[in-house]
């Protein structure tokens, strides 16, 4: 571990963190990835009144831009609106410039996953392949290029391929790691993923890149559920990032991981700390509008929302919003953002973006239920990853299937399963499938795990959770907790 991360505030654990460390219906806008370890170094957040961030240590990267497109870390937004004007000059002037083809392409996909603009995908994909054409199938910045594209797209086994052909053409780098992380995730494959990280922890990187290195481990850590060593280890990322915009991109995900475990204070401090170091943030401001509905200030977090929206339409964050209108009795304010939100999905569809598994929570809960399950069936087949388990049973269930949701819903919660995350909302869909089928005490003990991870969880979904556990009721006496059903939970394997 020495020869990998020496420097104080960059340490990384060699393997699984140890156990005393241990301690989304729909969230849908996500980044991924306190406390800390010993020899962590933690970053203060900043008071009112002061500088938002000390700066980072060492000398400013000399192009940041190009820089962040090369090891794929979150850039400043004008920087690259500046990068890709430059590399479009370049590529005219070289039409034969394989590394200049990349990097627009690279560009391309990243400016466009910054500002949801999907128009830009289409654009990197052509550049990436022009690079391609020219260089050869062993072009790693062109695959690295298309690999990172292909998660933008929510195209799993296109990362996946994209990634392993790059490992193959130059085994050891670093960089081509975290897309297969990514990948591995996505398609439910949580061994490959954890393999891959332990690859990634072995390998010498330099001080430019173990932000990023830390930012994965931290994804798998949560995914597995061991959130406290995810905000440790994003927190050191934080610290250690060399730019404002990769800062921002690790606090934003430390407030993520607050929010997720319900602490409303912690969440709203590192969302704010991300604005302040970079206005452009893509996830931060719908991630504050969030937390501040939830803190009952509701008029700013419909500021928020509206203002986060008139830049660009996420389908996401539309129904976010269409879900706090509805909790709030206001059904046409509601209906406008399901309409907006419909439109925004063809604009993403028409870049490429595989959408159906927000389509399909979508459906499930406001249009056809049927339908739903249908899109994600097609989509577990395809991706099979936890977050399409969990839509996949709850949509069987509001299409009244419980028995067969109740598959899913053990897929997407269960850790023998592959769903380690610890997530209220799983735990929520998995308790109402529970309650349907008769299966009163394992409903009440994941109704109250949902409300104890976070009980802001939903502003549909609090509501019908409270209710649920009031019907339900005590248990009788007598009864052991959680006992009752044990035997009917388990529902086997879906088939992948």
Known sequence: MNDRLCEPGTSLPAGPPRRFRRTLGRVLVATLAGGAAAGVVLMPL?????????????????????????????????????????????????????????????????????????????????????????????????????????????????????????????????????????AYTGLGDHKAAQRALDKLLGLRTGAQARPAVMARAAAVYRDRGWREDAVAQLTDAAAAARTPAERAAWLTGVGQLAWERGDLPDALRHFEAALRLDPEQPAAPAGRARTLAALGRTTEALSEYRATLARQPD?????????????????????????RLRAAVGQAVAGGVDEELLIGRFEADHGDAPDAVERLRDEWR????????????????????????????????????????????????????????????PARRHLEEALRINPYFSPLGVPAARTALRTLGEPPPGEPPGEEGVEGEDGGEPRR
């Open 315 to 339: 389908p996401a964050v539309l129904l976010e919003l269409g879900e706090l209108y509805e909790s709030r009795g206001q059904e046409r304010l509601a209906a406008e953002q399901y309409a």
């Open 46 to 182: 900043p008071q009112e009144g002061q500088p938002a961030v000390p700066p980072a240590a060492g000398p400013p990267p000399r192009a940041p831009a190009l820089t962040a497109v090369t090891y794929g870390v979150p850039a400043a937004l004008p920087g690259l609106t500046a990068l890709v004007a430059r590399q479009e000059q370049r590529v005219r002037a070289r039409p034969r410039d394989a590394r200049a083809w990349a990097v627009l392409g690279a560009a391309y996909a990243e400016r466009g996953r910054r500002t949801g603009d999907t128009a830009d995908y289409p654009r990197a994909d052509r550049a990436l392949r022009t690079s391609l054409e020219v260089r050869g199938t062993r072009n790693t910045e062109a695959l690295d290029g298309l690999a990172a594209l292909a998660l933008a797209r929510r195209d799993f086994p296109a990362a996946k391929r994209y990634g392993e052909e790059a490992l193959k053409a130059a085994p050891g780098r670093w960089s081509a790691y975290p897309p297969l992380i990514d």
């Open 382 to 441: 395809r991706q099979p990853g936890t977050e399409v388990a969990d839509a996949l049973g709850w949509a069987l269930h509001r299409a009244g299937e419980d028995t067969e949701a109740l598959v899913y819903a053990t897929a997407a919660t269960d850790k023998t399963k592959g769903g380690g995350v610890r997530s209220a909302l799983y735990a929520f869909h998995r308790a109402m499938i529970e309650g349907e089928l008769d299966l009163y005490g």
